[in-house]
């Protein structure tokens, strides 16, 4: 009785939890860091302000939990396409295709997650997220150099060069403002993918530049 006590109670913090992490997500997505109160997502996961600051001591703990949790559910989508079948052009092109598509599809949360002023704290975990997605990019171009459908280069330089131009495209300062279609959208995505295509892949005139790791 006791153990089946104690799993009960491990469950019900757990959804608890869940609740107030699945509340967050959903207020940031919808209106972004400043407009998800704490007491917000209390109201909107069926607790007590009060709960939510026992799971989590700071609004800014909260925050960087919902961009941890979030952006891993990104980035695993992104490694498997890297690490699937194809040639190495092929899979970076659909990686960076996949992440603008759901970019786009949620472009107020990926805002959040790339761009929105934010305590120290929550821009430590989108600080892990961008250098994580940038290792996995780093790993295609490798493949890619060594499969002789790139030429040498640095590659952490390339692959950092790469995020920080598909983020800043898709929910950057300098992204268009109005994807009033899909045809606008499909767009946007093509161009960013055929932009980060030349950038890794075309050979500089008079000059070999082998700085690959």
């Given at each position: 009785?006791?153990?089946?006590?104690?799993?009960?109670?491990?469950?019900?913090?757990?959804d608890?939890?869940?609740?107030?992490?699945?509340?967050?997500?959903?207020?940031?997505?919808?209106?972004?860091?400043?407009?998800?109160?704490?007491?917000?997502?209390?109201?909107?996961?069926?607790?007590?302000?009060?709960?939510?600051?026992?799971?989590?001591?700071?609004?800014?703990?909260?925050?960087?939990?919902?961009?941890?949790?979030?952006?891993?559910?990104?980035?695993?989508?992104?490694?498997?396409?890297?690490?699937?079948?194809?040639?190495?052009?092929?899979?970076?092109?659909?990686?960076?295709?996949?992440?603008?598509?759901?970019?786009?599809?949620?472009?107020?949360?990926?805002?959040a997650?790339?761009?929105?002023?934010?305590?120290?704290?929550?821009?430590?975990?989108?600080?892990k997220?961008?250098?994580?997605?940038?290792?996995?990019?780093?790993?295609?171009?490798?493949?890619?150099?060594?499969?002789?459908?790139?030429?040498?280069?640095?590659?952490?330089?390339?692959?950092?060069?790469?995020?920080?131009?598909?983020?800043?495209?898709?929910?950057?300062?300098l992204?268009?403002?109005?994807?009033?279609?899909?045809?606008?959208?499909?767009?946007?995505?093509?161009a960013?993918?055929?932009?980060?295509?030349?950038?890794?892949?075309?050979?500089?005139?008079?000059?070999?530049?082998?700085?690959?790791?």
């Amino acid at each position: 009785m006791t153990y089946r006590k104690t799993e009960g109670i491990k469950e019900q913090l757990a959804d608890k939890r869940s609740r107030i992490l699945n509340a967050a997500r959903r207020l940031v997505a919808e209106g972004g860091f400043q407009e998800a109160s704490v007491a917000a997502v209390a109201a909107l996961a069926g607790v007590a302000t009060g709960t939510v600051y026992r799971y989590f001591p700071s609004k800014a703990e909260l925050f960087a939990e919902v961009v941890s949790q979030t952006s891993q559910r990104e980035l695993e989508i992104v490694a498997g396409i890297i690490f699937s079948e194809g040639t190495p052009s092929d899979r970076l092109a659909a990686a960076i295709r996949a992440f603008a598509a759901r970019a786009l599809r949620g472009r107020r949360l990926a805002y959040a997650l790339v761009a929105e002023p934010v305590d120290p704290e929550v821009d430590v975990a989108r600080l892990k997220y961008r250098r994580a997605l940038g290792r996995v990019f780093e790993t295609i171009i490798e493949q890619g150099i060594r499969a002789n459908e790139f030429p040498p280069q640095n590659v952490a330089v390339s692959a950092a060069a790469l995020v920080g131009a598909f983020m800043e495209a898709l929910v950057g300062p300098l992204s268009p403002e109005s994807l009033a279609t899909d045809e606008d959208k499909t767009a946007l995505i093509e161009a960013i993918v055929g932009f980060c295509l030349r950038a890794v892949a075309c050979r500089p005139k008079g000059e070999v530049i082998a700085l690959s790791r």
